[in-house]
């Protein structure tokens, strides 16, 4: 494996008490697999990627456990200089929203070639033809011209193709993809995805993708781990997961997205409720208050990951887990 996650806990400290949002997460990333982690918002997906490369705020944040053994090192055990050394080179980062990601004071050039200089060792002319050619490589025409142009000079789906082209730009082994289409429009969406496996595949790079889009996911991952509340509740291979999801959570997510083969006077089934507090988290499964097949074990403790199925894990005491 490329990437294993074990035992992966990050808190925050806060005047109510230290909000869980990372609370025991373990998961693998293998060489060129695409491995999704989906969620409702605030469940702990973009945490625990950000913890991985230590780009957190500390305080409040701190990780209070665990391990990420990255190509044989564990990631939690590097120091400053060491993990700025894996960050670019190693592992690449897709922010959400490239607006806020990308400097706007610095040419689109300049940002680009600062990890080939920082990280590959090239001189300035080596490295702004390197950005051409990446440029072209994401889509962007007439690279050479555009490399003086600042960030607010391109729409928001090149500021995204931009991004693409600096997380690739050192060949690295891992790619953490965090809603790389949400500030775009369903057009650019699909080209901007189709674009990012298409470079996976053919440098032979991983790529863990955060998303709540489950329609992603089941054109795009490998395998799926499913959060809930800081933790993962169900993994499986996306076939699977989609054919038997077991978690109810899971069943409540797919049954939120509209399908074609259903009948056109169906309704969606919305999640009821909100997801919990993570500073008071309610007793047993977290899920429970909004759970449609409880069961009094649920309110006592909260399951731990068993296999259902080869390579089908589910966190969950309900009669379809056992």
């Not at 990631?75 to 400053?80: H, P, R, S, T, V």
């Not at 990446?134 to 391109?154: C, M, N, S, T």
């Not at 259903?262 to 993570?278: A, F, M, N, S, V």
């Amino acid at each position: 494996m490329l990437l294993k996650v074990r035992n992966l806990r990050t808190y925050f400290d806060t005047r109510r008490g230290p909000v869980k949002a990372v609370d025991g997460i373990n998961y693998d990333v293998d060489h060129g697999e695409i491995v999704a982690l989906v969620g409702e918002s605030g469940c702990g997906k973009t945490v625990s990627a950000l913890s991985l490369i230590k780009l957190l705020p500390v305080p409040p944040a701190r990780i209070v456990s665990g391990e990420a053994i990255f190509d044989g090192r564990d990631l939690l055990k590097l120091n400053d200089q060491e993990i700025r050394q894996v960050r670019g080179r190693q592992i690449a980062v897709v922010f959400q929203e490239p607006m806020t990601s990308l400097n706007p004071v610095l040419t689109v050039g300049r940002q680009l070639t600062e990890g080939l200089v920082g990280h590959n060792m090239m001189d300035w002319q080596k490295a702004s033809d390197e950005a051409v050619s990446l440029l072209e490589k994401v889509g962007i025409v007439d690279g050479r011209r555009r490399l003086p142009a600042y960030p607010d000079q391109f729409s928001g789906g090149m500021r995204q193709r931009v991004m693409l082209a600096m997380a690739l730009a050192c060949k690295p082994g891992l790619i953490i993809a965090d809603e790389p289409t949400t500030a775009v429009d369903v057009t650019v969406q699909a080209q901007l995805l189709e674009l990012l496996c298409e470079l996976t595949v053919s440098q032979k790079v991983a790529l863990l993708l955060i998303t709540h889009n489950l329609g992603v996911v089941a054109k795009y991952a490998n395998r799926v781990n499913v959060m809930y509340a800081g933790r993962i509740v169900e993994q499986a291979p996306t076939a699977e997961l989609f054919a038997n999801p077991k978690h109810p959570y899971t069943r409540a997510l797919l049954s939120c997205i509209p399908r074609l083969d259903r009948d056109k006077e169906t309704r969606l089934e919305p999640i009821q409720g909100q997801p919990p507090d993570l500073v008071r988290r309610p007793p047993g499964c977290a899920f429970h208050p909004r759970c449609t097949e409880l069961k009094s074990s649920c309110l006592e403790n909260w399951p731990e990951l068993v296999e259902v199925s080869p390579g089908h894990m589910a966190a969950c005491g309900g009669p379809e887990c056992n």
